[in-house]
């Protein structure tokens, strides 16, 4: 479905009683980033803040979270109807990843409606939070789609990184080598050149949603898969000092550019990130130098919360879940690996654990499944779980029960692949693993879980020559049948 702007976004969840506005007066210190956390943790609606401390007069004084933070607005803000499953949701991404809409480019837009340049840049003029009593800054980047250009193939991408308020005029940020943006600023590197960046802040939900994926987007770019998301052209204006392009509706756009010099890098760090644990050290970091803001006027700020834990959720978890589980089963068929029936990623794990299920037709098709998947450089799928068509991997008893006793070890149902590439805020790697700036990206031992059907276990004669015997929870259909009938005689 698609919206306008943010603003259609946030008059949709006015009309569906889906958004609380705050009016009473909230710090931007840690109050805002509490309040976002209860509203969570219970799985309330969206948040529109309107009276923020120290922003009564700013340029922006208005601040919106958690427009998908529920799988409801999740749908709303796909077009689906509102009760639709995860399994359907799924299949939706999946379908749009492959028939991305070319985006139009005009113009100009409302996001020019104020433009400031130079000394006047103040990124203290937007009331971005303090989220997490021990993070390194106020996180400016959280729900950010961050522009880039590939400076050889001139292709677009949009990804969110997150980056933090250093002085007024700069943004440090974590944007790891391995990751879209970062194979741009290395090539920029190569050259001795600075590159170009803009960050947009507060558009249709559905450039968040991609932009926080890792979508493959061969010979086009994220603004195109939103638009098949949102099943229109994304509208889209020229910066105002690069050929980056970004959209004509967006509230903010920051300009800037990424110096190659290390010693132009400033400190960023920790964060509390997706894994639920403060991440990524305090060290320098590429370093977004602001040339220029353009914005709507009265603009809306646009971030969120990171982080989950066990009864601890996120915003975004609600929607990656569904779009990494679209993108990672349209790289399995793209590459050619056959019968792949479903692919679940659980929210709270964000990625890290996946589920696989086939339809297995020759012995090694799991381990296929995982090889697959680990050739890529996305940072997803340290641990596989792949199950037969019988299992549904949206049912966590059906799975713990496929590995309880589908997997034996002695027989080579679980595969360990090391030094692979992996997820730099992973806690559980010791800190040198961690060096993506000293090594590229993180190293991870990923895991494959095989809970198919071993083919290699003998047939049992007495049970029909099949691999495994029969259910002994299922009831014999006729006395099923006869129960059924007498059912009230035995007093239920």
């Known amino acids: 479905m698609a919206f306008q702007d943010l603003r259609a976004w946030i008059s949709l969840l006015d009309g569906e009683g889906e958004i609380q506005r705050i009016k009473a007066k909230v710090d931007w210190n840690l109050e805002l980033g509490a309040v976002f956390r209860k509203v969570l943790n219970a799985h309330g609606p969206a948040l529109l803040f309107e009276n923020i401390k120290d922003h009564e007069t700013t340029w922006c004084r208005k601040f919106f979270c958690n427009g998908l933070g529920s799988r409801k607005r999740v749908n709303l803000a796909l077009g689906l109807a509102p009760d639709t499953g995860y399994r359907e949701i799924v299949q ?5 990843l492959a028939k991305p809409i070319p985006s139009a480019i005009i113009p100009t837009g409302p996001v020019k409606e104020n433009i400031v340049r130079g000394k006047e840049v103040d990124l203290f003029q937007f009331p971005v939070p303090k989220w997490h009593h ?27 990184y997150r980056g933090m308020i250093g002085k007024k005029d700069t943004i440090p940020s974590l944007i790891v080598p391995g990751q879209h943006g970062g194979i741009h600023l290395s090539k920029y590197k190569a050259r001795g050149e600075p590159a170009p960046v803009a960050v947009v802040y507060g558009w249709d939900p559905a450039l968040f949603m991609v932009a926080s994926t890792p979508v493959r987007h061969k010979g086009c770019s994220e603004y195109e898969i939103a638009g098949s998301l949102r099943g229109k052209p994304v509208e889209l204006v020229k910066c105002e000092t690069s050929d980056l392009l970004v959209p004509a509706t967006a509230e903010i756009v920051v300009e800037g550019k990424i110096s190659p010099n290390p010693e ?12 639920g644990y403060y991440g990524g050290m305090k060290s320098p970091k590429p370093t977004i130098k602001v040339e220029c803001i353009t914005f709507r006027n009265d603009p809306i700020f646009r971030g969120t919360l990171e982080g989950t834990s066990p009864g601890r959720w996120a915003e975004d978890v609600y929607f990656v879940c569904a779009s990494f589980s679209a993108v990672c089963w349209q790289l399995l068929d793209d590459i050619g690996v056959p019968n792949v029936t479903g692919v679940w990623i659980p929210p709270v794990t964000n990625s890290t654990n996946m589920r696989v299920q086939i339809k297995k037709i020759y012995r090694g098709h799991a381990k296929q499944v995982a090889n697959a998947l680990w050739g890529t450089n996305f940072y997803f799928a340290k641990n596989v ?16 029960w496929a590995l309880a006793y589908r997997t034996n070890a002695a027989m080579g149902d679980f595969a360990f ?3 692979t590439i992996g997820a730099n805020l992973d806690p559980s790697l010791p800190l040198a693993d961690r060096d993506v700036y000293k090594y590229g990206a993180a190293k991870w031992t ?28 299922d009831v014999d259909p006729e006395v099923a049948g006869l129960v059924e009938k007498r059912w009230k005689e035995y007093g239920f």
Do not use: H
Request: overall charge negative; glycine content about 8%.
């Open 92 to 96: 939706y991404i999946k379908r749009c």
């Open 134 to 160: 021990l993070d390194g800054g106020r996180y400016i980047n959280t729900a950010a789609s961050i522009v880039t250009r590939d400076p050889e193939t001139a292709q677009l991408n949009a990804g969110t």
């Open 264 to 275: 132009e890098y400033e400190m960023e760090g920790p964060f509390g990130e997706y894994t």
């Open 385 to 400: 779980i792949v199950v037969d068509e019988d299992i549904d991997i949206y049912d966590d008893e059906a799975v713990e």
């Open 417 to 419: 692949f090391p030094g």
């Open 446 to 473: 990923r895991v494959l879980m095989d809970a198919t059907i071993n083919w290699e276990l003998e047939p049992e004669p007495q049970f029909g020559g099949k691999r495994y015997p029969p259910l002994s929870t």
